[in-house]
């Protein structure tokens, strides 16, 4: 089912000039940022002359780094006036990766994710229910748009209260979800454990998104619900969800190209890479006003499907991702840095240098946990003392990250030294 | 005012082992020992006869140990005796953070050891009451 089969189906040459003419107007709309202004006069980029799609190799990349650098607003190409939202994921170093909208984009991006739902089969008369946090968080906000923009029903559910999402779904006959793989795990086992049979709920189809996960989770969770799921892509730079889904063959994720231009470099030397080859994603926004990105470096490893899709869309596909060029952790669906956590560990003196971070999986959820050491100076002598720490340490991670860490509070020296290649990162997960 | 070494351990095997290793190995001789677990880790507490040189010896050692200032209370081995102890203190409003106790040897009494927040009002509380309190060698050589 196409929602806009002219745009979904377009010839590959008529796509092409048509992201020329898109990126054209993203770089003269980009030059007049503060950001981009001195990264051009840097590099002796001259706008004028990019004549074609193949001199966007030239352009110099965009990093996480260089949103943090133009934090809050150096990237932005409208007036303050003209932006109606902005969604932000928590920074590496504290501060935040902030994403402006105006109303165009918020409309622009809502139209990307009804197509993207239409695609998979999803209709105005279906029944949406949305488990993704809401908030500052893209994931939520940018489905919830999309589905009603589709003519869904749509219960904005957000993440967590396992019965109470049961209860909705049993209520309101919820066909279609919004779910991270690993919540979906775990919800059907809450199911089940209510003494109902998943798939009587009758939910059909599932969106899976935020977290990796493999081709065995998915046919895990298809079998455990009865229903079909679908891989999704996005990432907040480059709007949220929605900037690759999958069509109902399941066969990679088209990437909507009238929206971005996707190229695959060797995260190494920065080359790009023939389709087919494996490699880091580079995304090109050329459809926001408040806020074009050029040459984004996801960090994200993937490679292009070179074959057209047999469902009719031009649009290429990009595999599920493998993995990332940097030591992002995804946990419950949330970006965390380790960077992020020892700024907080070292911020407090009553723990020593040395941490440890351990990821694992209890009844499908991701935990956290966090291991440091007591500095022996610091110690009071007393619980209540350690107890007190505990909490501070809990507070300040989870304003960071925002996800709830387990702390383990151990005695001076149990850890390896930090000189040298210490593991800090233990992940016991399987994907 | 008399101490205590207060420790921090990890709740896994060997660790009173290794601990009471290093104070055999100085020397150092325990009166009593509590532990307070709290799942991942608890605090032992050690009364012994030469806290000062107790507690360096487990630093030395790469131990998260400190010395803490208790009370140590003579009540009469009777009963009762706590009690009329403990009267006092609840009177006064005074919360006992954490405590044990034991009777000394050939004799009809027994000493409660425990830490408060504000040590000297207690002592006085205690003192004006007509108890009688032990300073520190007293303790640690009874």
Known sequence: ?431 | MPQQISIFAENKPGKIERISGILGKNSINMRAITIADSGDYGIIKILVDRPVDGCKALKDEGIAATLKEIVALRIDDSPGGLHRAASVLAKNDINVDDAYGFTIRGSHEAVFVFQVKDIKRTEKVLQDAGFSLLWDNELYFL
């Not at chain 1, 380790?338 to 003196?349: G, R, T, Y």
Request: with cysteine; charged share 25%.
């Open chain 1, 1 to 431: 089912m196409f929602w806009n089969k002219e745009v979904e189906a377009i010839d590959r040459k008529a796509l092409e000039q048509l992201q020329f003419t898109k990126l054209s107007a993203a770089l003269r709309s980009a030059a007049s940022t503060p950001f981009y202004k001195k990264v051009f006069q840097d590099n002796a980029v001259s706008v004028e002359k990019i004549t074609s799609l193949d001199h966007l190799k030239d352009l110099p990349f965009t990093t996480k780094a260089d949103l943090r650098l133009s934090y809050p607003e150096g990237m932005v190409a409208v007036p303050r006036s003209e932006i109606i939202r902005l969604h932000a994921s928590s920074g590496t170093t504290g501060k935040s990766t902030v994403i402006f909208y105006t109303a165009k984009d918020i409309a622009d991006w809502a139209d990307l994710l009804a197509r993207s739902m239409m695609a998979t089969g999803t209709t105005r008369d279906d029944v949406f229910q949305n488990m993704m946090g809401y908030g500052l968080f893209t994931g939520g906000l940018g489905l919830h748009y999309g589905a009603e923009r589709l003519g869904c029903m749509v219960i904005p559910a957000s993440s967590g209260n396992s019965l109470k999402q049961i209860q909705l779904m049993q209520d309101f006959r919820t066909t279609v979800i919004h779910i991270t793989p690993s919540y979906a795990l775990h919800l059907g086992d809450v199911v089940a454990e209510q003494g109902l049979y998943t798939p009587d709920l009758g939910v059909k189809k599932a969106y899976l998104g935020a977290e990796p996960y493999s081709e065995e989770t998915r046919n895990k969770i298809q079998e455990q619900w009865g229903l079909q799921a679908y891989n999704s892509y996005g990432l907040s730079e480059m709007n949220g969800p929605g900037v690759a889904f999958e069509c109902e063959l399941k066969n990679g994720m088209h990437l909507w190209e009238d929206f971005y231009i996707m190229e695959i470099i060797n995260p190494d030397t920065g080359e790009r890479l023939p389709d087919g080859e494996a490699g880091e994603l580079v995304i090109t926004h050329i459809n926001r006003e408040a806020m074009p990105i050029i040459r984004y470096r996801t960090r994200d490893l993937t490679r292009i499907i070179p074959e057209q899709c047999p469902c009719g869309r031009t649009h290429r596909r990009i595999e599920r991702i493998k993995g990332r060029t940097d030591d992002m952790l995804i946990v419950g669906g949330v970006n965390v840095f380790p960077s992020q956590i020892e700024s907080v560990l070292m911020k407090i003196p009553e723990v020593g240098n040395n941490y440890q971070i351990v990821l694992d999986r209890h009844e499908n959820l991701d935990r956290l946990h966090i291991r440091v050491e007591l500095y022996s100076k610091m110690f009071q002598g007393d619980m209540e003392g350690l107890n007190r720490l505990k909490k501070k340490l809990v507070e300040e991670l989870k304003a960071l990250i925002t996800v709830n860490p387990r702390i383990e509070l151990l005695e001076p020296g149990s850890l390896p030294p930090s000189t040298g290649k210490a593991v800090r990162v233990i992940d016991n997960r399987k994907i």
